[in-house]
T-cell receptor
Framework: EDKVVQSPLSLVVHEGDTVTLNCSYEVTNFRSLLWYKQEKKAPTFLFMLTSSGIEKKSGRLSSILDKKELSSILNITATQTGDSAIYLCAVSSGAGSYQLTFGKGTKLSVIP | DVKVTQSSRYLVKRTGEKVFLECVQDMDHENMFWYRQDPGLGLRLIYFSYDVKMKEKGDIPEGYSVSREKKERFSLILESASTNQTSMYLC?????????????FGPGTRLLVL
């Protein structure tokens, strides 16, 4: 059974801090890893990492895939209160499968 | 921009009622998904569909059914609602496989079953 584990489950930081969120996975035939940000409603897509694209960056957010360690990190620098959200990691795997396996998420709270 | 809409943001139903949750996407996506999200349990896949009239069970299909009569619309049906189906329900769609497998989510329906 595919498994995705995120850590920590929750995190409280002060504005301006840098945070690192972790995601590890055990899946057969890994294809891609996705990061989502969920505020009060729907998860919104942040990044997709694949074997051919192991590092992505957008503004203060960046993510790296470590294929050897079967894990990924999501870094947020100079955090702002607007970064407060649940961050979800999901992995797609298997031949011809359309499904994503989600981790339980990391709840990030950024306080002024 | 991909747009996924869900018929209701909040819904209150009584035990035993039949409940319909509708999801519509406007980007001609092949695949559509229904999840429920509960604190401490994360997102769990109920059903998904990769084509019109096709459906596949996810991890927790019991107590649910789905319908996909048109490509853009995917309905989740609770045949006889129970209190343990109180949850946030999220619909998602994706174009295909490979780099097109990114799923885009609707705003969610928060269902309370009394």
């Amino acid at each position: 059974e595919d498994k995705v584990v995120q850590s920590p489950l929750s995190l409280v930081v002060h504005e301006g801090d840098t945070v690192t969120l972790n995601c590890s996975y055990e899946v057969t035939n890994f294809r891609s890893l996705l990061w989502y940000k969920q505020e009060k409603k729907a998860p919104t897509f942040l990044f997709m990492l694949t074997s051919s694209g192991i590092e992505k960056k957008s503004g203060r957010l960046s993510s790296i895939l470590d294929k050897k360690e079967l894990s990924s990190i999501l870094n947020i620098t100079a955090t702002q209160t607007g970064d407060s959200a649940i961050y979800l990691c999901a992995v797609s795997s298997g031949a011809g499968s359309y499904q994503l396996t989600f981790g339980k998420g990391t709840k990030l709270s950024v306080i002024p | 921009d991909v747009k996924v809409t869900q018929s209701s943001r909040y819904l209150v139903k009584r035990t035993g009622e039949k409940v319909f949750l509708e999801c519509v996407q406007d980007m001609d996506h092949e695949n559509m998904f229904w999840y429920r999200q509960d604190p401490g349990l994360g997102l769990r896949l109920i059903y998904f569909s990769y084509d019109v009239k096709m459906k596949e069970k996810g991890d927790i299909p019991e107590g649910y059914s789905v319908s996909r009569e048109k490509k853009e619309r995917f309905s989740l049906i609770l045949e006889s609602a129970s209190t343990n189906q109180t949850s946030m329900y999220l619909c998602a769609s994706s174009l295909g496989s490979g780099v097109q497998e990114t799923q885009y989510f609707g705003p969610g329906t928060r269902l309370l079953v009394l």
